[in-house]
């Protein structure tokens, strides 16, 4: 169905429905290198963070079961002695599109510091206000993540509470001596500077950027593909106001990770807009996919 207009929108995220929870987490563990390590562990991991993530009620919205966010935790371990395991965590996430079944693709993040201890059967504890493990807080950093953006795709900002709710789990993380929560770790592509860009004025297009991509573009398809098709241009050329005081910017990088193959399908077909200024656009702010933007013709 396709929402149109205010009340829509309040109906949208104000009403409560039957089901709770908000996220269809699938989660990976791949363990192939821990050969002298009971593989069990890995299997019993796997299920309490899908259980984790999946159960949480992250906010105080009822989702039905087909208004759940799909998402993707893959969990790739290194190492793993005296319950304490240091692994990489990539994180995906894609947004259900208005009369389609075509899912969007939101983020996919590799995050590589991801270390935390691990007692098996332990119960997973979240606390918004303290630090109680690693594990929790990276996942429950990212639910909010994941929610905030959808959010964001919806409504013009209207993630915001979520994404504040990801700064709070960094800021009360930055003292547990973990890696990846702190400016001064000398990378600046760590999970600090994931939500400071994010929730920064410089980034505000990036966030202006998601609602006029899918919201406007995407979501109007169905109807109308042409005009589709100019907005998310129109969504284009506002990040590229991004580029012009901070070039090759983490979060502009993650953005294009995640959709850069969507963009080339979206122009590669369907009735045709003027795509020179658009190719113009997109090598200018993400030369690394020139490759890619060659394909549209």
Sequence with gaps: MKYKGFTFLVVLFFFHWTIGQELNCTVTVNSDRMTDVNPQIFKNLERQVAEFLNNTKWTDIEYQQHEKIACNFFINVSEFKNNNMAATIQVQSSRAIFNSTYSSPIININDKDFNFRYLEFEQLVFDQNSF???????????????????MDSLSELGGSKYLDSAANIMNVAQSSGFKGWTQAEGNNTNRFFLITDILSNTFTPYRKALYEYHFNGLDIMSEDIQKGKGNVIEAIKTLSDIHKVRPNSFLMRTFFDAKTDE????????????????????????????VNWNKIR
Excluded: K, M, W
Aim: proline share 6%; charged share 10%; net charge negative.
């Design 132 to 150: 109680n493990s690693n594990l929790t807080s990276v996942l429950a950093f990212y639910a909010n993540i994941i929610i905030g953006l959808e």
């Design 263 to 290: 963009i080339v399908s979206i122009f590669s077909g369907g009735p045709r807009v003027d795509i020179v200024p658009l190719n113009e656009i997109l090598n200018r702010i993400s030369p690394l996919n020139s």
